[in-house]
């Protein structure tokens, strides 16, 4: 089934620069989707859209169905987390926005604690963290709603080579067992055939789609 949904989608900003032509996209449930291409193509306002976080000046976005409709969460390059609060409570944030229940919610970050294997950090603040312990946190606290679409803006992008690429394999395991549909922006091309099973490239100026390949997968995934 569509997760995602873009048709005719264009983007103008305010200064009158047009970011994004048509972009066409249709993107099924549980599918990883890589969003590469050059520098200022336009993946992250791409991604922006799709989230619902920028206005598209035309065109349609929709995320599943009217009737089945799909819940995302967004994962920041930074991490964006709150540096006085602990990772208990970061963590914890989408669920007190929602007014869920304590007891449902200290249950909830917990599980999502567990997921990322940071069992034991719950008291601590972010400055006590790695940076790779401070993206766990972040994606942990995109997972503690359940959401059915996880949209990532370079997300390791800040980090080191080989933190990177122990994080790239967790979340393909993660991504393997959850069957989440991930749509992950990167310049990394390297990344983005090992993470995805499909990759879209962009070309700018303006941004649009100038192919879209399917990965067959050809080594076994953890
Ligand atoms: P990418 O993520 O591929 O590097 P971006 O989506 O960040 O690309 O940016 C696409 C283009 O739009 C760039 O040329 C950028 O300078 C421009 N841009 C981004 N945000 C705005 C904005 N709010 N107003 C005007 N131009 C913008
Ligand atoms: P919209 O709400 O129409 O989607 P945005 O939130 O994307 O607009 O951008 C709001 C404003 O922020 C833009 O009109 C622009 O003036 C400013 N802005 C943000 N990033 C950039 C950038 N990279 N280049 C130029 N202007 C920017």
Same mark, same amino acid.
């Given at each position: 089934?569509?997760a995602? +949904?873009?048709?005719h989608?264009? /983007?103008?900003y @305010?200064?009158?620069?047009?970011?994004?032509?048509?972009?066409? #996209?249709? +993107?099924?449930?549980?599918? =990883?989707?890589?969003?590469?291409?050059?520098?200022?193509?336009?993946?992250?306002?791409?991604?922006?859209? %799709?989230?619902?976080?920028g206005?598209?000046?035309?065109?349609?976005?929709?995320?599943? *169905?009217?009737? @089945?409709?799909? $819940? &995302?969460?967004?994962?920041?390059?930074?991490?964006?987390?709150?540096?006085?609060?602990?990772?208990?409570?970061n963590?914890? #944030?989408?669920?007190?926005?929602?007014?869920?229940? $304590?007891?449902? @919610?200290?249950?909830?970050?917990?599980?999502?604690?567990?997921?990322?294997?940071?069992?034991? =950090?719950?008291?601590?603040?972010?400055?006590?963290?790695?940076?790779?312990m $401070?993206?766990?946190?972040? +994606?942990?606290?995109?997972?503690?709603? /359940?959401? !059915?679409?996880? &949209?990532?803006?370079?997300? =390791?992008? @800040? #980090?080191? !080579? %080989? *933190?990177?690429?122990?994080?790239?394999? !967790?979340? #393909?395991?993660?991504? *393997?067992? $959850?069957?989440? *549909?991930?749509? =992950?922006?990167?310049?990394?091309?390297?990344?983005? %055939?090992?993470?995805?099973?499909?990759?879209?490239?962009?070309?700018?100026?303006?941004?649009?789609?100038?192919?879209?390949?399917?990965? !067959?997968?050809?080594?076994?995934?953890?």
């Amino acid at each position: 089934h569509p997760a995602i +949904i873009l048709s005719h989608v264009c /983007k103008d900003y @305010a200064n009158g620069l047009r970011v994004l032509e048509d972009i066409n #996209l249709s +993107i099924q449930d549980a599918q =990883f989707v890589s969003l590469v291409g050059p520098s200022g193509c336009g993946k992250s306002t791409l991604l922006r859209i %799709i989230a619902g976080l920028g206005r598209l000046t035309t065109g349609q976005l929709c995320w599943g *169905t009217q009737t @089945a409709p799909r $819940k &995302l969460a967004f994962v920041f390059q930074d991490a964006a987390l709150m540096p006085w609060a602990t990772v208990q409570d970061n963590v914890g #944030l989408p669920l007190k926005l929602a007014r869920t229940s $304590k007891s449902v @919610a200290t249950a909830a970050v917990a599980e999502a604690l567990a997921m990322v294997d940071l069992q034991g =950090f719950e008291q601590c603040y972010p400055q006590q963290l790695s940076g790779g312990m $401070k993206m766990r946190v972040s +994606i942990a606290r995109a997972m503690v709603t /359940k959401p !059915e679409i996880l &949209l990532m803006d370079e997300p =390791f992008g @800040a #980090l080191d !080579e %080989i *933190t990177r690429s122990k994080l790239n394999t !967790e979340l #393909l395991g993660l991504w *393997t067992q $959850k069957q989440w *549909t991930v749509v =992950f922006v990167t310049h990394n091309l390297y990344e983005a %055939i090992y993470l995805s099973n499909r990759v879209v490239v962009m070309a700018a100026h303006p941004g649009r789609i100038v192919a879209d390949v399917a990965i !067959e997968v050809p080594y076994p995934r953890p």
